[in-house]
T-cell receptor, first 117, second 114 residues
């Protein structure tokens, strides 16, 4: 079974530029998460999708961050304009629909490492 | 709201020695608890999870953790450290109502000395 795919793996941009990250979850996983992991810290949730609807975006800085999950499969996370403090690893995770009867473990992709100069 | 505290940002052990990584949680409802491992430049891999069944949970690579409600703890142990265990370890908590995302601790970096 293929895991969660993310691209690009690394990105370097200058502040005020825009950047986009892509995630392809495990096939059949209805729930998709984007986490931000700043160096030396644990991952922090940015946004959670259930199919193509947003479940929780309370910690997403909506003035500069946006995310979408068209057709309930792939997802993109965008930052515009980027700030120095956005330098972090952006992790995508996916899990089965909680209604499937099993305990839905989250599976993580390798992450995209962003450096804002 | 739930939270996790990992005591010790860095732990160093000798190869073959006991590994003990500490995690304490705070939750107003029965929690689900997890340990993830992160190797350099990789994503997080699930080591083990507590989902209200047995309080002693066995995971991959010889790790286990015990849920102690009275101490609000979920410490991770391994009897004998191996060089390949060197990595960052994260404890996480989730509750079964509403928001289902994980709340992570700040992580513990495990160093294994030869």
């Amino acid at each position: 079974e293929a895991g969660v795919a993310q691209s690009p793996r690394y990105k370097i941009i200058e502040k005020r530029q825009s950047v986009a990250f892509w995630c392809n979850p495990i096939s059949g996983h209805a729930t998709l998460y984007w986490y931000q992991q700043i160096l030396g810290q644990g991952p922090k949730l940015l946004i959670q999708f259930q199919n193509n609807g947003v479940v929780d975006d309370s910690q997403l800085p909506k003035d500069r961050f946006s995310a979408e999950r068209l057709k309930g499969v792939d997802s993109t996370l965008k930052i515009q304009p980027a700030k120095l403090e956005d330098s972090a690893v952006y992790l995508c995770a996916s899990s089965l629909d909680p209604g499937t009867g099993g305990f839905e473990t989250q599976y993580f992709g390798p992450g995209t490492r962003l450096l804002v100069l | 709201a739930q939270s996790v505290t990992q005591l010790g940002s860095h732990v160093s052990v000798s190869e073959g020695a006991l590994v003990l990584l500490r995690c304490n949680y705070s939750s107003s409802v029965p929690p689900y608890l997890f340990w993830y491992v992160q190797y350099p430049n990789q994503g997080l891999q699930l080591l083990l999870k507590y989902t209200s069944a047995a309080t002693l949970v066995k995971g991959i690579n010889g790790f286990e953790a015990e849920f102690k409600k009275s101490e609000t703890s979920f410490h991770l142990t391994k009897p004998s450290a191996h060089m390949s265990d060197a990595a960052e370890y994260f404890c996480a908590v989730r509750v079964d109502t509403g928001r289902r995302a994980l709340t992570f601790g700040s992580g513990t970096r495990l160093q294994v000395q030869p």
